[in-house]
């Protein structure tokens, strides 16, 4: 499945939800936001929230800043 | 016995009491392990932190998982990389899901030159998230005018600058800080630009309720030994400000001691 993630483009293998392509990803034990399409996907609704072809995700997290 | 004096000192920003006046950002350290050992050992109990992409390869450490262990520490995201309200006003939000806090540390700076903040921008930006129940402390240009603008669209504090973003040119922005400091009816914090404790002293004894520094410890040669300076330049410049500093002698010296010629005779 063809997906756009932070931006660029990206070939998803088995990512049907939100929390398969972050396990795919290798990100699933990090504190990440997603955003999915401009809106925010609550942590609580990823594993029911599917994905389709096309779809824009981006991940956010907190690093070090002033 | 209870010492007069000894009651506590706290501040209290967007109804949040903290009693360090000493703010860490968390940037610019070598490892999570330093930067842990300096906001431990600066006391401080409002850190920054930035939000940013995740890479497609996870590269750098995770910074923040060991300070979200921490107890008594309010995470306060920033909105470092807008250049706009809009942009900001997203990140805060962003930054509150990952964060959990309502603060949010409004930083619009579009040159990345002078990392200058705009002011029209971050005034939308802060009238907007404060209508939303952010705690809005804006990274400010220090302008009294802006200032009071500021607050009464809502923002929890100020901060104004004392010299540009990492710049440790320390507090070049004094004459505008009195300025805001004696119209301001929420916390003054002075953000950016300082290089040494003592320079956040003098901020603390201006009147200032608090400094927030990150490049000054961070890019010291010893992190967690200068996080340990700042905070006790911090304490010993609010509690000169609470004693009083004794009035200017307007240019005509006061002898400390008697001034009588000991060198001649007592008096029959």
């Known amino acids: 499945m063809k997906l756009t993630v932070n931006g660029e483009a990206y070939e998803a293998k088995q990512a049907e939800s939100v929390t398969a392509l972050l396990e795919e990803m290798g990100i699933g034990g990090r504190a990440v936001v997603v955003v999915l399409n401009d809106e925010v996907i609550p942590a609580s609704s990823r594993r029911i929230c599917g994905l389709r072809e096309g779809d824009c995700v981006e991940l956010f997290r907190l690093v070090g800043g002033g | ?41 600066s006391g401080a109990q409002i850190v920054t932190v930035a939000l940013r992409r995740v890479g497609r390869i996870p590269q750098e450490d995770d910074m923040l998982g060991p300070l979200q262990q921490l107890k008594g520490i309010t995470l306060m995201p920033n909105t470092s990389g807008a250049r706009k309200a809009s942009e900001a006003i997203r990140a805060a939000r962003l930054g509150r899901e990952l964060s959990g806090s309502p603060f949010v540390k409004v930083e619009i700076h579009p040159n990345p030159h002078h990392l200058m903040p705009d002011p029209i921008e971050t005034f939308e930006a802060a009238r907007i998230l404060a209508a939303e129940g952010f705690v809005v402390m804006p ?91 700042f905070a006790q330049a911090v304490g010993a410049g609010r509690n000169a400000y609470r004693a009083g500093l004794m009035p200017r002698g307007g240019g005509t010296a006061l002898a400390t001691s008697p001034l009588t010629a000991f060198l001649s005779v007592e008096g029959p």
Not at chain 2, 6 to 30: A, Q
Not at chain 2, 151 to 161: I, K, N, Q, T
Not at chain 2, 169 to 182: A, D, H, K, P, W
């Open chain 2, 1 to 41: 016995m209870e010492r007069k004096g000894k009651v506590k000192d706290e501040w209290i920003v967007g109804g949040h009491r903290f009693s360090s006046r000493l703010l860490m950002g968390t940037g610019k350290f070598e490892d999570a392990e330093t930067m842990v050992g300096a906001v431990l050992a």
């Open chain 2, 139 to 229: 990274y400010m240009p220090a302008d009294p005018v802006l200032a009071k603008r500021l607050e009464d669209v809502g923002c929890a504090s100020l901060m104004p600058l004392g010299s540009a973003i990492g710049s440790g040119n320390g507090l070049t922005t004094v004459e505008m800080l009195r300025l805001i400091l004696r119209d301001a009816r929420i916390p003054v914090i002075v953000d950016a630009g300082l290089r040494s404790p003592s320079e956040a002293a003098a901020a603390l004894e201006m009147g200032c309720d608090a400094v927030l520094v990150n490049s000054a410890v961070a890019a010291s040669g010893d992190p967690i030994a200068m996080a340990a300076a």
